[in-house]
């Protein structure tokens, strides 16, 4: 048995030297202004035992990592019928490029790149104000983490509403091609707020557990979504969790995952453990620099790879 307070220390003492590397996400103003000296690690097994390092009790905005709760929510609602709105291969491209969306007529390539998770949201909202819909993610995500503290961050959310330029593009060229049904503000209303969310790393995990023990929270007894369901939902963050550096994620950590600019990487060791890694600077393709190399080390020395050990 891996005795895993241990690994998770020995990870948080190597890596301790270089909390601070990366470059914190600039473009939405409220992000920029996090200390990049932080580093956190939680993990929570499916037995429902949490071990965490650092600052996992330090709540951070996840960003991306959101449109992973927004996707199970768009399934819930309209099933399989959600692949007619959004594809599910990887991209190959920056999380907001806007070049291959005109190639493919204003379906997103994966529900994880920001065309598509704004599609996701736009499914989401049917029959919805704007305020409700993002109160059913917030009150999803509580029910998932079995915590009522979770919040959204009105900061981050009006200050990426202010920036967000190339969202607001993303979305008009999908509105124009009909592939929202919502006016662009409202979707994007929701989506910034989304984005916004703020958890810790040991939120995120015990959130995201249903994804490790096949669509159950053990730690609750709820049942959120079926085997197959987290099975599918683990496959897109393994395939397409990390923008265009999806391929370089799997290859060097083997898990599936989704990252977020506010340096957050959730990950899944399927019927063993959820974990949150979270360190504020980013590398050149937008994930956490050290959330990375905290998840390689760990998936190395648990041998947790979905690749074999
Ligand atoms: N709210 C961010 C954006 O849309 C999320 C990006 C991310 O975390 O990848 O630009």
């Not at 071990?51 to 399934?75: C, E, N, R, W």
């Not at 099933?79 to 204003?106: C, D, M, T, Y």
Request: hydrophobic share 40%.
């Amino acid at each position: 048995m891996t005795d895993l307070q241990a690994v998770l220390d020995s990870i948080h003492k190597e890596l301790t030297p270089r909390i601070g590397e990366g470059k914190v996400a600039d473009y939405i103003p409220e992000l920029a202004k996090i200390d990049a000296n932080q580093f956190g690690l939680s993990v929570v097994t499916v037995d429902g035992k949490v071990y965490s390092v650092g600052h996992a009790d330090v709540p951070f905005s996840i960003q991306s990592i959101s449109k992973v709760f927004m996707l199970t929510l768009a399934l819930g609602k309209v099933g399989e019928g959600l692949w007619k709105r959004v594809g599910r291969e990887p991209s190959g491209s920056a999380f907001n490029s806007i070049v291959q969306l005109e190639h493919e007529q204003g379906i997103p390539r994966n529900p994880f790149i920001n065309a598509g998770a704004i599609a996701v949201t736009d499914v989401v909202m049917a029959g919805h104000a704007p305020r409700e819909a993002i109160g059913e993610l917030l009150r999803f995500v509580r029910y998932l983490a079995d915590d009522e503290s979770v919040t959204i961050d009105d900061r981050v959310a009006k200050s990426e509403t202010q920036t967000g330029y190339r969202n607001f593009a993303l979305a008009n060229f999908m509105r124009a091609y009909r592939n929202l049904d919502h006016p662009v503000d409202h979707v994007l209303g929701v989506y910034f707020h989304q984005c916004a969310l703020s958890m810790t790393c040991e939120q995120l995990a015990r959130a995201g557990l249903f994804l490790a023990a096949r669509g159950s929270n053990p730690m609750t007894g709820h049942s959120v979504v079926s085997p197959k369901r987290a099975r599918r939902i683990n496959a897109l963050m393994l395939t397409c969790g990390h923008y265009d550096g999806s391929g370089d994620f799997a290859y060097h950590v083997g898990l599936p995952g989704k990252s977020g600019v506010g340096g957050g990487i959730f990950a899944v060791a399927p019927g063993i453990a959820s974990i949150a890694a979270w360190s504020p600077g980013l590398n050149e393709v937008g994930n956490s620099q050290l959330g990375a190399v905290a998840l390689e080390m760990l998936a190395a020395r648990t041998g947790w790879s979905v690749f074999g050990d």
